[in-house]
């Protein structure tokens, strides 16, 4: 009799730790659930917004800057705050401080809560005796101080999205700034990730930053979305 | 003697919870999971197919019932399209949405054969459980049933990428 008193009362005492660890699997779900329904949600609103710059994008001409793409950044923008509002995703704007356009000569940022579109970042690198110009495409143009003229130039692959990628990063890190002293509050840019270097800007496209502080209780959450429209990818009649 | 029949009563039903309660409640857990894992995937691809092909047809709708069926639970399809309209106001161009619900696209499957949708257009469709799963009864019965109603509650949708009305 012995026996069983002891192997129940051994029982007893393991069933506290038993309905815990059931709770905290059952917990894990649901908050594991919450988190995937949170990235699905951002995920598919960037995926919109990005269609929506490709289609409503247009090609137009002029004579200083020869072919280029007119992005519709409201529209854009409409559409990833819609996409999110239909599929009954509770968000406020401070949830999303910064959206970044990656466009084919410079990169636009659009703050959310103030309603501002900044003026367009050119990749551009400022050197002694002249100024580098990068775009999406291969070929860059090199403005000489001394003479005043252009000249275009092909790069490689690797020294564009160096580049554009680093004129990016200065772009976000100064908004950063800005946005830190304004709100004392920053949020995780790429490169804070060690992502940087293999981040590869080679489309038109949309960088949507959310907060993650607003679902605190989320661990690993990431910080950006990083979504190519496809634009340069598509076969156009002109050469980009 | 009492004392001893008392802890062997005792011990028979700890036995009887550990050896069939607990392994009921994990495996319909592990049930009510699957269905899940199933439901969302099924989802995904019943509105994925809609928003690239712009359209729904009896066949989409069959499908997906089918697939909810197997399941063996009962399921509130709610389907919302949200349709891209403009206004003009003083030369301001503005856009708003007009939706239409699951009835309406509904009855108009049934009536016409195919609702179509228009590129840049939004499409939703929502899922949850009306009858309650296994793990949610046998909660019920042990009386731990918890707050949630529906188990099962899945959102998938987004721009519609094709159509033409």
């Excluded at chain 2, 592990?30 to 994925?48: G, P, W």
């Amino acid at each position: 009799m012995g026996m069983v008193k002891y192997s129940i009362i051994g029982l007893i005492i393991m069933l506290p730790f038993f309905i815990q660890s059931t709770i905290q699997n059952t917990q894990y779900k649901y908050k594991e659930r919450q988190r995937a329904w949170i990235e699905q949600s951002i995920e598919e609103a960037s995926y919109d917004a990005s269609f929506a710059l490709k289609t409503y994008s247009t090609y137009a001409y002029d004579s200083q800057q020869a072919y280029n793409i007119q992005i519709p950044h409201r529209e854009v923008i409409r559409n990833f705050f819609d996409s999110l509002k239909f599929r009954g995703f509770r968000f406020s704007l401070e949830d999303f401080p910064l959206i970044a356009f990656v466009e084919y000569d410079g990169i636009v940022l659009y703050n959310p809560q103030e309603d501002e579109l900044s003026q367009k970042n050119f990749y551009t690198v400022r050197n002694a005796n002249n100024c580098e110009y990068y775009t999406l495409s291969d070929e860059m143009m090199v403005f000489s101080y001394e003479t005043g003229r252009y000249e275009r130039r092909r790069v490689s692959p690797e020294q564009r999205n160096s580049k554009v990628t680093q004129s990016i990063e200065l772009a976000l890190n100064t908004y950063q700034d800005k946005y830190h002293q304004e709100q004392n509050v920053g949020f995780l840019l790429p490169e804070f990730e060690g992502s940087s270097s293999e981040l590869v800007f080679d489309d038109v496209g949309v960088i949507i930053f959310y907060d993650p502080k607003g679902y605190a209780y989320l661990d690993g959450l990431e910080s950006y979305k990083i979504v190519p429209s496809g634009i340069m990818k598509m076969d156009l009649p002109i050469d980009l | 003697m009492i004392e001893d029949s008392l802890w062997k009563i005792f011990g028979i039903i700890l036995g009887v919870i550990l050896i069939f309660v607990v392994p009921t409640v994990y495996s319909y857990q592990r049930q009510d999971d699957i269905v899940y894992n199933l439901i969302m995937t099924e989802t995904n691809e019943f509105s994925q197919k809609i928003r690239e092909s712009g359209k729904v047809n009896r066949q989409m709708l069959d499908e997906l019932n089918q697939v909810l069926q197997t399941s063996g639970l009962t399921y509130e399809i709610e389907l919302e399209h949200q349709q891209k309209r403009f206004s003009e106001d003083e030369g301001f161009v503005e856009v708003y949405y007009d939706g239409v619900y699951t009835d309406h696209i509904v009855e108009w499957v049934e009536m016409q054969g195919t609702y179509r949708l228009n590129s840049g257009d939004f499409f939703y469709v929502r899922i949850r459980n009306t009858s309650k799963t296994k793990s949610q009864s046998f909660r019920n019965i042990l009386g731990i049933g918890g707050m949630k109603n529906s188990e099962i509650y899945i959102v998938s949708g987004g721009i519609v990428r094709y159509g033409n009305g």
